[in-house]
Nanobody, 123 residues
């Protein structure tokens, strides 16, 4: 199994930037893909970005394309989500998720989840 821990959330003004980190532990020797999702109360979990095991394939949700960038450092077992030009509608709890093999775009395709980190963007 892979255990995940998110960090880097906080409060930022609209137009600002944040970098979220997802640190993996446990069975990280096997190749795993990572996805970022976000959720606000009363809404379904929304796909944000995903990256494959070696970082040469990424995918972004329509709402964040061109503003967010996902990357990974496998030597440190960390996946980053760099968020720029943040908007109030980006406010949510952000979760990272992992799965062995290729990534999918739906939450149910990921087996392992972190507890989430809150991002709040003020207008």
């Amino acid at each position: 199994q892979v255990q995940l821990a998110e960090s880097g959330g906080g409060v930022v003004q609209a137009g600002g930037s944040l970098r979220l980190s997802c640190t993996a532990s446990g069975r990280t020797s096997s190749a795993y893909s990572v996805g970022w999702f976000r959720q606000t109360p009363g809404k379904e979990r929304e796909f944000v970005a995903a990256i494959n095991w070696n970082g040469d394939s990424t995918h972004y949700g329509n709402a964040v394309t061109g503003r967010f960038a996902i990357s990974r450092d496998n030597a440190k077992n960390i996946v980053f989500l760099n968020m720029h030009d943040l908007k109030p509608e980006d406010t949510a709890v952000y979760y990272c998720a992992a799965d062995y093999g290729n990534y999918g775009l739906r939450p149910e395709l990921f087996d392992f989840w972190g507890l989430g980190t809150q991002v709040t963007v003020s207008s």
